[in-house]
């Protein structure tokens, strides 16, 4: 199991979290993101050994990709399209192998569990078939995504607090986004181990995944992401132990 981040965001802790993660979710210029930020970041992955992948979103500057635009689906597709492309020709062009992409805040909850939505993210997908797809772990786009020939890499968060319907709690809930360094290892163990997370309503459920994400927008990311590798370490050599 790996670490993804989402990353190229203007967050404090980039520079550092390069060397911590194995794959980096790059913002595309819908939420954030420009030539500058995409160079950088493809730069520090390249230093690395970090593989790169685009991170579109709703077109929405203003709001962080939180507002899904007006218009037709097409229009919002060619607009997705377009910041795929823009990462892409940064990316080629400085020596990065993009191989995944990752949909961004909203849209990334929207089409986990919204048919529209998820449809729309299978056409991305189509329209750049060297790239996997980051999806949340266990939602339904997984199975919608799988179904229509797209390769998915199924993804969990020790940093976010789960619903019991396997959704992301939103973060105007309290308790939504987990900040200590100690919970956050408590929870990626948990993910890797396959027991069962706590939910904010007081369920429990289990979440089998390929890949942990830390968020680099958390004030925390550093600290969180220490803690993550540390927990998938202890795992591998504690499965290592039990196989010799």
């Not at 967050?11 to 160079?39: P, Q, Y």
């Amino acid at each position: 199991m790996w670490i993804n981040a989402d990353l190229g965001e203007g967050c404090a802790h980039d520079e550092t979290l390069f060397k911590i993660v194995d794959w980096a979710n790059i913002a595309s210029g819908g939420h954030a993101g420009d030539e500058h930020s995409i160079r950088r970041a493809c730069m520090l992955a390249l230093e690395h050994g970090v593989q790169v992948g685009a991170h579109p979103s709703y077109p929405d500057r203003a709001g962080f990709g939180r507002q899904k635009p007006e218009g037709s689906t097409a229009q919002l597709l060619g607009e997705l399209k377009r910041q795929m492309d823009f990462f892409d020709n940064i990316a080629t062009k400085l020596g990065c192998c993009p191989a995944h992409f990752k949909p961004h805040g909203q849209l990334y909850n929207d089409a986990a569990f919204q048919a529209a939505e998820a449809e729309l993210l299978i056409n991305l997908a189509h329209a750049f078939p060297h790239l996997k797809l980051l999806a949340l772990a266990n939602s339904p786009l997984v199975a919608w995504a799988r179904s229509a020939g797209i390769e998915v890499i199924e993804e969990a968060f020790p940093d976010r607090a789960y619903l019991s319907t396997g959704a992301l709690a939103p973060r105007s809930q309290p308790g939504a986004v987990l900040h200590d360094p100690v919970q956050v290892k408590a929870q990626a163990e948990l993910i890797v181990r396959g027991g069962p997370l706590q939910c904010l309503d007081g369920s429990s459920r289990v979440v089998t995944a390929q890949t942990l994400c830390v968020h680099g927008d958390n004030a925390q990311a550093l600290d969180n992401a220490k803690a993550v590798r540390a927990a998938l370490t202890e795992h591998d050599q504690d499965t290592f132990s039990g196989a010799s």
